[in-house]
């Protein structure tokens, strides 16, 4: 049978036609299999040569219970793969305990929770330092029936009388007149004054008869001219009565001024950078690294106190007892014994702190003082041509000993 170019052409145009309509349905397929099945492309010959096969329907939700396999214990105990517990820090797991947790606690106003925030900050790497906030915002000494500071102080104590030192932060509230046995007393007047320091005195007796030492810490300036003189008269109270009463009176007046002596509310941080370290509209508060800044006063302080509670540490070296020194001269003697230094029975003269002090730049002299001569064997040696002889014991000196 003989097919014409006509019909040759029919029948490879209705093939291309035929081959386009199989790849794109394979194409379509292929995608609808992806999306439902993740095999991709095999999930697509699956359906095609196994109908149904991917079409399998749900089972049906269970009625019975999940059971979980019990774990059964080895019988081994667990290791974290450290050898000994005696190599770890002290208070970490396997480690020797801890140290008993210094105990620090803060009163006072508004000032005195940010003074405890900075202390935080900086005790921050020692976790067996405990700061207590025991502060109230609007609390003073002048308004003891919103809140009488002495007579905490003394419920403190005697509800928790574990504390290593209290730091103490007051006065902003303070600038007002004073109700006593009936009188009112105006603010800083004489009679206000002496009132005034006797609280602070009260407040400081509880802790410094239970032996516990205080930390009183003056206000900062203050951007109100007004008040920032109310703030120095406040400090003279605290620095003379808290003294007086056995606390440590804190001055960091300095340290948030400019260098005018006037309030700032910018300044160098504990790190020396520049930084913001008064908050608020008023400037009365503190900032973070205010607050830091703060606590760096009393931070050399209470590191006294917190040292002595802290556990010592694997290899740190032991108190030596106090005949050492002795002990090492003796071992010492004994060496040089043994080596045939110095014969047992001999003292070897004391040596002195310094030698004689020689000018570096002064010219040369002689035993009597005079100079040098720059004519003796030596130059005239060398101005014939002749190395010096050289001296026993210098450094030009090779020759071998005998």
Not at 102 to 129: K, N
Not at 203 to 224: E, K, R, T
Not at 371 to 384: H, M, N, V
Request: glycine share 10%; aromatic share 6%.
């Amino acid at each position: 049978m003989q097919v014409t170019g006509h019909g040759l052409s029919w029948a490879l145009s209705w093939t291309v036609r035929l081959v386009g309509a199989v790849v794109c349905c394979w194409l379509l397929a292929a995608t609808v299999s992806r999306a439902q099945s993740p095999g991709g492309l095999p999930g697509f010959f699956q359906n095609l040569f196994n109908p149904g096969a991917g079409s399998q329907p749900a089972k049906k939700p269970s009625n019975e219970p999940l059971r979980v396999r019990a774990h059964k214990p080895s019988g081994k105990k667990a290791s974290d793969f450290v050898a000994t517990a005696a190599a770890r820090a002290p208070g970490a797991p396997g480690g020797s305990p801890a140290g008993p947790p210094t105990a620090i606690s803060v009163l006072g106003d508004s000032l005195a929770i940010l003074a405890a925030q900075g202390l935080t900050d900086a005790f921050a790497d020692r976790p067996e330092v405990s700061i207590t906030t025991l502060a109230r915002d609007l609390s003073g000494l002048t308004r003891d029936d919103y809140y009488d500071w002495p007579k905490a102080a003394r419920a403190l104590l005697a509800r928790n009388p574990k504390i290593d030192a209290a730091v103490i932060m007051v006065g902003i509230n303070d600038l007002q007149p004073m109700n006593v046995d009936g009188r009112t007393l105006d603010t800083l007047s004489d009679d206000w004054r002496v009132k005034y320091g006797e609280r602070i005195e009260s407040l400081v007796a509880p802790f410094h008869a239970a032996q516990i030492p205080v930390y009183w810490i003056g206000l900062p300036p203050m951007q109100d001219e007004k008040f920032n003189g109310q703030a120095l008269a406040l400090n003279e109270l605290y620095r003379d009565h808290a003294q007086k009463a056995g606390a440590v009176y804190i001055d960091i007046w300095d340290a948030f001024v400019d260098s005018d002596g006037h309030y700032a509310a910018f300044g160098p941080d504990v790190d020396g950078q520049n930084a913001k370290l008064r908050a608020g509209s008023d400037g009365i508060y503190f900032t973070k690294a205010g607050s830091r800044k703060l606590a760096h006063f009393l931070e050399a302080e209470l590191r006294k106190i917190t040292d002595k509670n802290k556990p010592q540490a694997e290899g740190d070296i032991a108190a030596l007892p106090p005949d050492i020194e002795q002990q090492a001269d003796d071992i010492n003697a004994q060496i040089r014994r043994e080596m045939g230094g110095t014969p047992a029975g001999v003292v070897l003269p004391e040596r002195p702190l310094a030698g004689p002090i020689l000018s570096l730049t002064a010219h040369p002299v002689a035993a009597g003082g005079a100079l040098i001569d720059a004519g003796g064997p030596a130059t005239a040696s060398l101005r014939a041509g002749a190395a010096p002889e050289p001296q026993a014991g210098r450094a030009d000196d090779f020759r071998w000993p005998h």
